[in-house]
């Protein structure tokens, strides 16, 4: 079973960086996918950054420019880099891995607060 650990959430205020880290147990190959999601108070959860088709990334437009995906395959684990963090940025942050093909595990969740 794959359990997802995330880490890294806090308070910063606008301008600042927070890095996240999303660490994987179980049996990960480099051909699972992993990624971010965030969920904002009252709205929908987003896809913040992930693999897209090929070997493209694919990033929120919101958070283009300011924010990195990275990955450590050799210590299954994915990070994301956020920079010049803004109040907007203010959610819970959900790292995910496709272990196969409609099956995603999801992270607890690591809170994300950006003070003005």
């Known amino acids: 079973q794959v359990q997802l650990v995330e880490s890294g959430g806090g308070l910063v205020q606008a301008g600042g960086s927070l890095r996240l880290s999303c660490t994987a147990s179980g049996i990960i190959a480099a051909v699972n996918d992993m990624g971010w999601y965030r969920q904002a108070p009252g709205k929908q959860r987003e896809l913040v950054a992930g693999p897209g088709y090929g070997y493209t990334t694919n990033y929120a437009d919101s958070v283009k420019g300011r924010f990195i995906i990275s990955r450590d395959y050799a210590k299954n684990t994915v990070y994301l880099q956020m920079n010049s963090l803004k109040p907007e940025d203010t959610a819970v942050y959900y790292c995910?891995?496709?272990?196969?093909?409609?099956?995603?595990?999801w992270g607890q969740g690591t809170q994300v607060t950006v003070s003005s």
């Open positions: 995910y891995v496709d272990i196969s093909s409609g099956n995603r595990a």
